[in-house]
């Protein structure tokens, strides 16, 4: 997770995804594993852009939330392949339990 250097100022924007998924785990772990990895990978993405994967306590639910510093940065990872692939792994596990929304941080403590 790539979150050193952010502050709270900084963060505007995000994206809230959530969705259900019971199938292969490790099907699942090794697409959120090649997202992350590819994007700690990307120096321009370095304190620019936070994610975290939880999984819900009933095991099923996922939830996913993801910021960024600036449109700029938004853009830049949306042109990476490893975006799109990303975007297509998500829509495959969690078919139409898929749902997202946008997001503006308020206020947080830690991770500054």
Do not use: C
């Amino acid at each position: 997770m790539i979150s050193a250097g952010i502050t709270g100022e900084q963060i505007m924007d995000g994206i809230i995804i959530q969705y259900e998924y019971s199938g292969d785990e490790k099907a699942w772990e090794t697409a959120i594993n090649k997202f992350i990895e590819g994007v700690e990978a990307e120096p321009n993405l370095a304190d620019k852009f936070t994610y975290r994967v939880n999984i819900l306590k009933d095991g099923v639910g996922r939830v996913h939330l993801g910021h960024w510093a600036d449109e700029d940065t938004l853009k830049y990872l949306q042109s990476l392949p490893i975006f799109s692939e990303f975007a297509e792994a998500m829509r495959g596990l969690a078919g139409d339990s898929l749902k997202n929304s946008g997001l503006r941080l308020f206020n947080a403590v830690g991770d500054k």
